[in-house]
């Protein structure tokens, strides 16, 4: 990356949403393989109420639980200003110009398309998906629709609205029974990190998941429960989005849950998974597919599931901000396929700067001439 000053870098992270602690353990990564020497950089955390905020060692503060002294913050929806505005004192000043937003938000309010639509509004540079690539990432109803639609294999999935569940629970548990056979997985539509989700074994357990799943949305899906591997790999790219090497998750519990994912020693990933080279390159031109079927950018974790007695592959969902913890598998596998961490967060901003490029060569002016 060629510059003559440092770029001006805004790390966003913490968040409305249920992964808000996931995205303090992702920032911390993020921010400890930023190379100073090309980044001045800003932090901006959002607490679980919304509020923004930016200060030295802000990471920390929102770790801690103690934000007080921090200055209140925005970026506004107005690319005749853009950058970042100190809203203190109910007076808006002016702080400095933001070259790039790297998000590091997980879950609702970042990476769902809303953040997405309120930077571009900003006319601002940022990691990750346009509102698009996010919106329909981040439904795992919606996804599944549009998978389906390009031939693409996935997991069987049906939606369960929360207004269902509520007003007619009997109706609601019929209509799931009637879809496929236990077990079944039961989950939020609109979040990740495994939080909300349930291995459901029977009428009195799938009760119990969609009541916790509709806590965190307003949508839930249900799908059916396979006897499978886990598979997963990571895609970094624009237009022309490459694959890494696919990597297995081994469950320390039933299932792949959040506390399996963060907590659990006993969990552990195999890169690279042991798979015949066909399947691996298979899998991989499957999440290319996936990856621009949703019009994509920057990066995506993909999580395939292979059927142990059947041997076919299936997608079960797409990451557009994955996870970038110490066990985190997107930037693992980046690794194992020979980029380094510090490369690979380069890259993600060079492919910031270069969508945004593309971005403002479209044409926003149509005035036909009168006859």
Do not use: C
């Amino acid at each position: 990356m060629m510059m003559d000053k440092k770029l001006q870098l805004g790390v966003l992270f913490g968040g409305r949403s249920g992964e808000h602690a996931v995205s303090l353990m992702s920032a911390r990564f993020i921010l400890s393989v930023l190379d100073p020497d090309k980044y001045a950089i800003t932090e901006i955390g959002i607490t679980r109420d919304g509020q923004w905020l930016t200060g030295e060692n802000a990471l920390q503060a929102l770790t801690d639980g103690d934000t007080s002294g921090f200055t209140p913050v925005t970026i506004l929806p107005d690319p005749a200003r853009s950058g970042l505005y100190s809203l203190q004192d109910g007076e808006e000043r002016f702080l400095g110009e933001l070259d790039v937003v790297f998000p590091v938000l997980h879950g609702t309010f970042g990476e769902d398309g809303t953040l997405q639509g309120l930077l571009e509004m900003a006319d601002l540079a940022y990691v990750g998906p346009g509102v698009v690539g996010a919106a329909v990432g981040m439904d795992k109803g919606v996804f599944a629709d549009v998978m389906r639609a390009n031939n693409i294999p996935i997991v069987p999935t049906i939606v369960i609205l929360r207004s269902e569940i509520h007003m007619d629970m009997q109706t609601a548990l019929d209509k799931i029974e009637a879809f496929g056979a236990y077990p079944l997985f039961v989950k939020p539509a609109n979040l990740g990190s495994s939080v909300g989700i349930s291995k459901v074994k029977s009428r009195s357990d799938l009760l119990e998941g969609l009541m916790e799943a509709a806590e965190y949305d307003r949508r839930v899906v249900v799908q059916k429960g396979l006897n499978v591997r886990e598979i997963e790999v990571a895609v970094l790219g624009n237009d022309n989005p490459q694959a890494s090497v696919p990597g297995e998750v081994l469950p320390g519990a039933e299932f792949y849950s959040y506390d399996a994912k963060y907590h659990d020693v006993h969990s552990k990933t195999v890169i690279p998974a042991e798979l015949p080279a066909e399947m691996i390159e298979h899998i991989r031109d499957l999440a290319v597919r996936a990856y621009k079927a949703i019009d994509l950018a920057g990066l995506a974790r993909v999580d395939f599931f292979l059927e142990k007695d059947t041997g076919e592959l299936y997608i079960n969902e797409l990451n557009t901000i994955p996870g970038f913890t110490q066990i985190s598998m997107y930037p693992m596998l980046w690794e194992a396929s020979g980029v380094s961490n510090q490369a690979l967060v380069d890259r993600l901003i060079e492919l910031a700067l270069e969508r945004k490029a593309d971005r403002d060569a479209t044409k926003r002016d149509f005035r036909r001439d009168a006859v």
